[in-house]
């Protein structure tokens, strides 16, 4: 395990605990989650090396890495993601008013990348999996290791997108920027995380499924997500609500009684519906310019 003595955000080294928080997925384990004193960002603490991550993510619940679970909750999660996906590329058609370069960096198993091709984009992706990335080899997608980020210097993108997967970068004042300098001059780093402001993370509290302990390393809201881009010259455009997030968000943390699916709607619905006043909803997409 590694411990952060400062905060990624301002470099404060004045940070308090936040929660403890349990790996349901894999190993059961406890870690804690830090609170910056200072900017109130929330990061796990401490935490697997990045050379350590890996066993974390072995299980075919982990359902954005394989096609093989078959599972009631990897079906309802298959039907969320793939009305998210167009729902995704429809936003992103709306402010870029035309095709163009597209790179999906976190891409998982490449479902996203390989719809937006089907809709007139030249899309890639970048994939740290191994697992998932022999998936997208099945579907004939061009998917590279983290590695090859770092060979990209000619070629610039309209778009770079990251889906729930900025929460999850050991290197991200390494990424971000690298990110940045392949972008168009008009291009739109496209961003979604979960939100722990958000109404479902403050009534699960500990359970709430998306801290998603060790895996999650990074746990953000509005006010940190901005200012960690302006740590790297950059500023939120627009932000946009994942309203399906909260539904299935709440359908994890209650676990696994067929009750508690009924409860999980109506928290979901609850979620969204506190949303509607100040933006809170579980997870949120931000354009980044």
């Known amino acids: 395990m590694e411990k952060l003595e400062t905060c990624l955000i301002c470099g404060s080294n004045q940070h308090i ?3 403890k928080c349990i790996d349901y997925l894999v190993t059961k384990e406890e870690f804690i989650l830090n609170q910056c004193e200072n900017c109130g960002f929330v990061f796990t603490n401490p935490r697997p090396a990045i050379e350590e991550i890996a066993p974390y993510y072995k299980s075919e619940d982990y359902y954005s890495h394989s096609d093989k679970n078959k599972s009631i909750i990897s079906r309802i999660y298959n039907v969320i993601r793939n009305v ?4 995704k590329l429809n936003l992103i058609n709306k402010v870029i008013k035309k095709q163009g370069n597209l790179l999906d960096y976190g891409c998982g ?5 390989k719809y937006a091709n089907g809709q007139g984009w030249v899309a890639s992706g970048i994939e740290p999996n191994n697992d998932a990335r022999d998936v997208t080899k099945k579907l004939g997608l061009k998917v590279d290791a983290p590695d090859f980020l770092e060979t990209i210097t000619e070629q610039k993108f309209d778009v770079i997108t990251l889906w729930h997967v900025l929460e999850h970068l050991h290197d991200i004042e390494k990424v971000i920027p690298k990110l940045k300098s392949i972008l168009n001059k008009n291009g739109i780093l496209v961003v979604a995380v979960p ?3 958000s109404w479902d993370a403050k009534k699960y509290k500990k359970n709430w499924a998306a801290y998603d302990v060790p895996r999650h390393l990074y746990h953000f809201t509005p006010k940190t997500i901005e200012k960690l881009f302006v740590k790297f010259g950059m500023s939120i455009d627009s932000i946009h609500p994942m309203q399906f997030d909260a539904y299935y968000v ?5 676990g696994k009684p ?3 699916k009924v409860k999980a709607f109506i928290n979901g619905l609850r979620s969204n519906m506190h949303a509607k006043s100040d933006m809170n909803y579980s997870s949120l997409i931000y354009f980044i310019k």
């Open 17 to 19: 605990e936040y929660l």
């Open 84 to 87: 998210n996906i167009k729902k």
């Open 109 to 113: 198993a490449g479902l996203f990348i």
């Open 195 to 197: 939100n722990i402001d």
């Open 250 to 254: 709440s359908m994890l943390s209650e």
């Open 258 to 260: 067929a009750l508690a």
